[in-house]
């Protein structure tokens, strides 16, 4: 096996809709060594379910092209080097736990033991009941041991933890962090900065359909981790406001003012300094979505201002 | 890779299906009763020479496993729902083991429709000589193989909201033009037509029971082109359903 990772080279797909043409994914240039833990991270429609897609070989791409260590999509799943947890998907009925993965196990070259894989993603206690008595966190923890059967190299998650409670988030991050452990590569997807920056290694920005960002967690969180202010402020100026320290702009929305800062521990004192009759603040992360706007807004980063605007990826 | 394992769990799947067995079953058994139950003691039906619950056990073993074949699409279509499709494309399971799988269950379920529906005109007086009873299933398993490819295919195309009425209507309707409920005659348009039907020659299978006779050279060239377009369909239809639900 040769020792190249993961390759997604010049990796486009548009879709029809009624309203014409939707880019999901253009032209993306993505590189993952062995062993790197990459999150795909990015809003509702930025093109990281397609992208996941395609990497699998569920669909082909229009154009470009994709390598997983130095196979095709196709020739890869069928050596068992991959193991996947798709976005939407429950699983089939009248087996139990254990006989479904033993079912699924029998398609493999070479399967990890179904017992194992019932104890490292602590299913034991309900590998005997049948897969439709399941709630919707044990039924995601079950394909995530459908996943990881094939004792794969790569294992690609496709926004993994929906359904799951804060509990079974943090235990399902523990199975993932543990397998990526073992030196496997790991791809997911998430809309969540804080799963992106606590279990990757790297971080792909994605927004309509391209990269705009690629680098290590902190770096990310820096370039989007912006914050906002609002307050109840019927008279101010907004043109004062946007002059204020540590604020980046500012807007009026009725009797509020909204100030997108670039720190907004300075912005708070400036603004309670200057308008002490501020009320009803409140400081709030700046959503993954205004951030991702922000960041396409720039020319740098969107070489196709008059593309239409990105539609939802189906 | 271990096909047999993956087949042994299919079946299992489908035999705990409690309530498609009770009505892929019940139904077609349901329906023999009611119809032949009270006529027993008909022994000349229609003037045909042949008695009533004979006549009716044949034409509802050739509708019951029809149904029976083609209802694999509902089962399909309900694990594309759930995105089962889509995650079988991501194992090394081939087309072939996924088709082997489904083809079997369809058999099991025909298989025991035969079998119920076998038991029960014999409990209304039907006997056949033993050469009878093996010739017509002989023939009736081999006319389902384009029905089963005809369910997987559906399957793959059709999304569950509308399965139903597509399968439904689909069998009903080429029952209807295989003569299943009413003979076809020897001549007119109707005639013709079911000639070229995988139920025409079903139906003529399940006759064999009655005649003695299998069927011409017609019959097994039509199955035969009807299971290789049928499957080719279902190949095709397997191989491009990997999009999202």
Same mark, same amino acid.
């Given at each position: 096996?040769?020792?190249?990772?993961?390759?997604?080279?010049?990796?486009?797909?548009?879709?029809?809709? $009624?309203?014409?043409?939707?880019?999901?994914?253009?032209?993306?240039?993505?590189?993952?060594?062995?062993?790197?833990?990459?999150?795909?991270?990015?809003?509702?429609?930025?093109?990281?379910?397609?992208?996941? !897609?395609?990497?699998? /070989?569920?669909?082909?791409?229009?154009? /470009?092209?994709?390598?997983?260590?130095?196979?095709?999509?196709?020739?890869?799943?069928?050596?068992?080097?991959?193991?996947?947890?798709?976005?939407?998907?429950?699983?089939?009925?009248?087996?139990?736990?254990?006989?479904?993965?033993?079912?699924?196990?029998?398609?493999?070259?070479?399967?990890?033991?179904?017992?194992?894989?019932?104890?490292?993603?602590?299913?034991?206690?309900?590998?005997?009941?049948?897969? +439709?008595?399941?709630? &919707?966190?044990?039924?995601?923890?079950?394909?995530?041991?459908?996943?990881?059967?094939?004792?794969?190299?790569?294992?690609?998650?496709?926004?993994?933890?929906? *359904?799951?409670?804060?509990?079974?988030?943090?235990?399902?991050?523990?199975?993932?962090?543990?397998?990526?452990?073992?030196?496997?590569?790991? #791809?997911?997807?998430?809309?969540?900065?804080?799963?992106?920056? +606590?279990? *990757? !290694?790297?971080?792909?920005?994605?927004?309509? /359909?391209?990269?705009?960002?690629?680098?290590?967690?902190?770096?990310?969180?820096?370039? #989007?981790?912006?914050?906002?202010?609002?307050?109840?402020? $019927?008279?101010?100026?907004?043109?004062?406001?946007?002059?204020?320290?540590?604020?980046?702009?500012?807007?009026?929305?009725?009797?509020?003012?909204?100030?997108?800062?670039?720190?907004?521990?300075?912005? %708070?004192?400036?603004l309670l300094e200057r308008y002490?009759?501020?009320?009803?603040?409140?400081?709030?992360?700046? &959503?993954?979505?205004?951030?991702?706007?922000?960041?396409?807004?720039?020319?740098?980063?969107?070489?196709?201002?008059?593309?239409?605007?990105?539609?939802?990826?189906? | 890779?271990?096909?047999?394992?993956?087949?042994?769990?299919?079946?299992?799947?489908?035999?705990?299906?409690?309530?498609?067995?009770?009505?892929?079953?019940?139904? $077609?058994?349901?329906?023999?009763?009611? %119809?032949?139950?009270?006529?027993?003691?008909?022994?000349?039906?229609?003037?045909?020479?042949?008695?009533? $619950?004979?006549?009716?056990?044949?034409?509802?073993?050739?509708?019951?496993?029809?149904?029976?074949?083609?209802?694999?699409?509902?089962?399909?279509?309900?694990?594309?729902?759930?995105?089962?499709?889509?995650?079988?494309?991501?194992?090394?399971?081939?087309?072939?083991?996924?088709?082997?799988?489904?083809?079997?269950?369809?058999?099991?379920?025909?298989?025991?429709? %035969?079998?119920?529906?076998?038991?029960?005109?014999?409990?209304?007086?039907?006997?056949?000589?033993?050469?009878?009873?093996?010739?017509?299933?002989?023939?009736?398993?081999? *006319?389902?193989?384009?029905?089963?490819?005809?369910?997987?295919?559906? &399957?793959?195309?059709?999304?569950?909201?509308?399965?139903?009425?597509?399968?439904?209507?689909?069998?009903?309707?080429?029952?209807?033009?295989?003569?299943?409920?009413?003979?076809?005659?020897?001549?007119?348009?109707?005639?013709?037509?079911?000639?070229?039907?995988?139920?025409?020659?079903?139906?003529?299978?399940?006759?064999?029971?009655?005649?003695?006779?299998g069927w011409p050279a017609r019959?097994?060239?039509?199955?035969?082109?009807?299971?290789?377009?049928?499957?080719?369909?279902? #190949?095709?239809?397997?191989?491009? !359903?990997?999009?999202?639900?």
């Amino acid at each position: 096996m040769t020792g190249t990772g993961i390759r997604l080279s010049r990796l486009s797909k548009s879709f029809r809709s $009624p309203e014409g043409p939707v880019h999901a994914v253009r032209a993306i240039d993505v590189s993952i060594e062995r062993g790197e833990a990459v999150a795909l991270l990015g809003p509702n429609g930025a093109g990281k379910s397609t992208t996941i !897609d395609m990497l699998l /070989g569920l669909q082909p791409p229009d154009s /470009g092209d994709v390598s997983l260590f130095g196979h095709t999509p196709r020739e890869a799943v069928h050596r068992g080097l991959v193991g996947a947890m798709l976005q939407t998907g429950s699983l089939i009925q009248y087996l139990s736990v254990r006989e479904l993965l033993k079912m699924m196990a029998s398609v493999y070259p070479s399967p990890l033991g179904v017992e194992a894989v019932l104890s490292q993603t602590g299913l034991e206690a309900i590998a005997a009941r049948r897969t +439709q008595k399941l709630s &919707g966190g044990e039924t995601q923890r079950v394909r995530f041991a459908l996943a990881l059967l094939s004792d794969p190299d790569l294992l690609v998650l496709d926004e993994p933890t929906v *359904a799951m409670d804060v509990e079974a988030r943090h235990e399902f991050w523990n199975s993932m962090r543990a397998f990526a452990a073992r030196g496997k590569t790991v #791809v997911f997807a998430t809309h969540y900065l804080e799963e992106a920056d +606590q279990n *990757a !290694d790297r971080v792909v920005l994605m927004a309509h /359909g391209r990269v705009v960002a690629d680098g290590p967690p902190t770096e990310i969180k820096a370039r #989007v981790g912006s914050r906002t202010i609002r307050a109840t402020l $019927p008279d101010a100026d907004p043109g004062e406001l946007a002059a204020l320290a540590g604020v980046a702009r500012a807007e009026r929305r009725g009797e509020a003012v909204v100030l997108s800062c670039a720190d907004s521990d300075q912005a %708070i004192r400036a603004l309670l300094e200057r308008y002490p009759a501020a009320r009803d603040i409140e400081i709030a992360g700046a &959503g993954l979505e205004d951030a991702f706007l922000a960041l396409t807004a720039d020319p740098d980063t969107d070489t196709d201002a008059d593309a239409p605007p990105p539609a939802l990826a189906p | 890779m271990n096909g047999l394992v993956y087949t042994r769990y299919e079946l299992l799947r489908a035999l705990r299906n409690r309530r498609f067995f009770f009505f892929s079953l019940g139904f $077609p058994l349901l329906f023999y009763f009611v %119809i032949a139950a009270p006529n027993r003691h008909v022994t000349d039906f229609d003037g045909s020479g042949i008695s009533l $619950p004979l006549y009716y056990m044949v034409g509802l073993t050739s509708f019951g496993t029809m149904v029976a074949m083609i209802s694999t699409g509902t089962r399909i279509a309900a694990e594309r729902q759930v995105g089962w499709t889509r995650q079988l494309r991501i194992t090394p399971l081939s087309t072939r083991a996924y088709f082997r799988a489904k083809l079997l269950a369809a058999y099991m379920m025909a298989g025991l429709t %035969i079998v119920l529906l076998y038991g029960a005109g014999a409990s209304l007086g039907v006997g056949l000589p033993a050469g009878n009873w093996l010739a017509m299933t002989g023939l009736i398993l081999i *006319a389902l193989l384009p029905f089963a490819a005809l369910g997987i295919t559906l &399957g793959h195309l059709i999304n569950v909201d509308s399965i139903g009425p597509a399968t439904g209507g689909g069998a009903s309707l080429l029952a209807f033009l295989g003569g299943t409920w009413f003979p076809l005659g020897s001549h007119g348009f109707l005639y013709q037509l079911g000639q070229l039907l995988p139920s025409y020659w079903l139906v003529q299978a399940a006759h064999t029971g009655i005649t003695g006779h299998g069927w011409p050279a017609r019959g097994w060239i039509v199955i035969a082109v009807w299971s290789a377009l049928l499957s080719l369909a279902a #190949v095709y239809a397997f191989r491009r !359903d990997t999009k999202r639900v």
